[in-house]
């Protein structure tokens, strides 16, 4: 980052991973995985820090891991 600008939260990022497999999990399970871009396992997606990619991922704590 230059100096002098602000940092967005859109600049930081977050780490998610799946840890365990979506199948035999909700239908919603699945799609919030797909949405995220997760597809295999132990696959890692860096998405922006926002309240909408981190409620996305409160929302299958069982199956992924979150890094900051």
């Known amino acids: 980052y230059r100096r002098g600008e602000p940092v967005t939260m859109a600049d930081v ?11 035999g999990s909700p239908e919603k399970h699945k799609k919030i995985v797909r ?8 696959q890692m997606v860096e ?7 981190r409620g996305m991922a409160k929302k299958v704590p069982h199956l992924l891991k979150v890094v900051e």
């Open 47 to 53: 998405k922006p820090d926002t309240p909408g990619f």
């Open 13 to 23: 990022k977050i780490r998610i991973q799946l840890l365990s497999s979506p199948i």
């Open 35 to 42: 949405a995220l871009g997760l597809h295999k396992m132990n």
